[in-house]
């Protein structure tokens, strides 16, 4: 996608951001908005889409820690409490500013809570294009 846009061959596309830091301080890709609710901490000067005008857009990329639903509510403490707390480290902070990214801590139900708005959201936007799960 990126190599498209470099070379001429699209003229926008929605990549993920840490991928496109070093080419937009380069000057070689002009950053229009970005897609999370608050501007991205390493590029403040480029406004959110909701900024620009197109309500509720809110997209971000993101991965997480998942377990069987059957595993005890112990061990889910324990190793949600062991993930954030790695997460929290100065060394992880760092590591994933580098790459445009950032660590939300959360508990197992933020993180379920989070899952179930992203699953309706983007359901949603699946029945108003009229895509249908094959």
Known sequence: MVTAILGDQVQMAFPDVSILIPLIREGRLKALAVTS???????????TMIEGGIADYVMTFWSGVVAPAAMPVDIVNRLNGAINNGLRSQAIQDSLAKVGS????GSPKEFADFIAAETRKWSAVARTADITPE
């Open 102 to 105: 950032e660590a939300s801590p």
């Open 37 to 47: 609710a608050r501007r991205h901490p390493q590029l403040p000067e480029v406004p």
